[in-house]
């Protein structure tokens, strides 16, 4: 792996080491090219795994199975708790890292990284309390006794976005229930992924039990270790359109599927809700990674009699923000991932404006270098425009108007995707009876952020499937396995 010199000076070079690790061994490589997000700039260039390298990172997670499973919980607790302490003590250069490559905010990187290393303390305190079940059949005549089991090995497929939390969010719990693991962290992103590996080598993760690699080629990798008859778990985060694909892949070996898709959330504002406080709520759900997260706001439904305020409230609080490089500590609003990003946007910005939506800040590209679109609120759009059924997936805050509690229910469900919601009102008898209406994973009431990793992460419809984080989260990557008894 390779750095552009500018690195050096953002963050400690010892994190971002050689390129794919597989079985305990880093292999250096080349192929895939890492660029600076708000330049264009080359950041790094990492190795290209190819499907025999996919092949090796199986066998060492084969070869490590064993061992891990017959670790005592005790000790991979430990481990999982060294390495949160690694990532706490790291943070700043980890965080910087995560600004360099992903563009988001010091500010948003800062939160991600806190957020990430969570998910091992969490599941370090979880591997020590699996749960078991005994009981006696409705006829009382014999025992049921179950147990559970470490799945197998599993393959974590990560997206871009959260480049540490989304790792960290099913590493911890794979390993935490006794599996070795399979890491493709996202082509964009990868120098995160490299160095939170790194961080758990001095852990004391053993070879073999977390494999990293980078690939050009998704599809065929993950096909590759999806027909490997040794691994029995699929973890997915990213966009429902290649979801629908690894599942009908993973289909094909009958693969454990556990899937964090796309979302489309609506956030709700109703009349009698304490307009500040929906202002700020508004601005976290929007603008955290400026707008780059599965749980964006993505659709404003604003009762007529605050309506107005609203849309000048957030207007103001958007024009305030300032566009910058993400390792610029006063950057609130980042670059987007990748030109084609900043292009999906400004299509559906522009379809809005054209059905006759007006953007009260904001509404095109920004031309200089990098990949920038600012800030933007639209008033009026048309509640079936593109952008109401698209993720954004960018700092575009549609605002629509609604009349009754019926209404909003009716246009927040009117979407494929389920993943989380948000309403303000100051009635909370309200907000709870609209919630319940509401066909989502996660209801956000009165508050804008909703992620924790001791709660259930994840999604209902076309936003996926099972649960990370929470009590539940470990049992993701486990097997009931009822004995039944008589003695
Ligand atoms: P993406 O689906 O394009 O890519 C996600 C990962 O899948 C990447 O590692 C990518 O390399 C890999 N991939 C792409 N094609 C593949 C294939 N055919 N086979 C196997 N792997 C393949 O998504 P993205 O653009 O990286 O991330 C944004 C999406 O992720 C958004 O839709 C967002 O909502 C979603 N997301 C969901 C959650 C959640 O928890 N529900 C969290 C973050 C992001």
């Not at 559970?148 to 871009?160: D, F, K, R, S, Y």
């Not at 998704?218 to 979801?243: C, E, H, Q």
């Not at 000048?312 to 910058?324: F, Y």
């Amino acid at each position: 792996m390779t750095f552009h010199a500018k690195f050096s000076g953002y963050a400690d070079p010892a994190l971002h080491s050689a390129g794919l690790y597989i079985g305990g061994k880093w292999q250096s490589g080349r192929g895939i090219t890492v660029l600076d997000p708000s330049t264009g700039n080359l950041l790094a260039e990492v190795a290209d795994a190819s499907i025999e390298d996919a092949q090796r990172a199986v066998d060492a997670a084969h070869a490590a199975a064993a061992g891990w499973r017959a670790t005592p919980a005790r000790q991979r607790s430990e481990i999982l708790r060294r390495w949160y302490q690694l990532m706490t003590q790291h943070a700043e250069e980890l965080a910087t890292l995560i600004a360099l490559e992903n563009g988001k905010a010091l500010v948003d990187a800062r939160g991600e990284v806190a957020y990430a290393a969570e998910f091992f303390r969490w599941y370090a305190e979880e591997a020590t309390r699996i749960p078991g079940e005994f009981r006696r059949t409705p006829s009382g005549s014999h025992n049921i006794l179950v147990d559970h089991e470490p799945i197998g090995i599993a393959v974590l497929i990560t997206p871009w976005n959260f480049p540490a939390a989304m790792a960290t969010r099913k590493i911890g719990p794979a390993l935490a229930a006794g599996c070795t693991v399979i890491l493709k962290p996202a082509s964009e992103t990868p120098l995160t992924a490299y160095a939170m590996a790194r961080l758990g080598e001095e852990a004391g993760v053993p070879p073999g039990v977390v494999n990293v690699l980078t690939t050009s080629n998704p599809g065929g990798i993950a096909n590759a270790m999806l027909a490997d008859s040794r691994v029995r778990k699929l973890s997915f985060t990213g966009s429902t359109g290649v979801g629908r694909v690894l599942l009908a892949e993973a289909a094909k070996s009958v693969v454990s599927c556990s899937m964090e898709l796309g979302g489309n959330a609506p956030f709700i504002v109703f009349d009698d809700a304490d307009l500040e406080a929906a202002l700020d709520g508004a601005m976290i759900a929007k603008m955290r990674n400026a707008g780059e997260a599965c749980t964006a706001a993505n659709r404003f439904y604003v009762q007529a009699g605050i309506h107005d305020a609203f849309v000048a409230g957030l207007t103001a609080r958007m024009m305030s923000l300032k566009i910058g490089p993400g390792y610029d500590p006063e950057t609130q609003c980042g670059p987007m991932i990748t030109q084609n990003a900043v292009r999906k946007i400004d299509r559906l910005v522009s379809e809005a404006l054209a059905a006759g939506a007006r953007a009260t800040t904001g509404g095109k590209p920004l031309t200089e270098n990098g990949y920038f679109y600012p800030p933007t609120v639209l008033e009026n759009v048309p509640v079936n425009a593109s952008i109401a059924r698209e993720e954004i997936f960018g700092p575009v805050a549609p605002v629509y108007k609604f009349e009754s509690d019926d209404e909003a229910i009716r246009l927040a469900n009117n979407t494929e995707y389920g993943l989380a919601a948000y309403i303000y009102s100051r009635d909370l008898k309200r907000a709870m009876t609209v919630g319940k209406h509401i066909e989502t994973g996660m209801l956000g009431i009165n508050r804008g952020l909703m992620s924790d990793p001791a709660a259930p992460f994840g999604g209902v419809k076309q936003s996926g499937l099972g649960r990370e984080g929470g009590v539940t989260g470990i049992l993701e990557f486990m097997e009931p396995k009822y004995y039944a008894v008589d003695y």
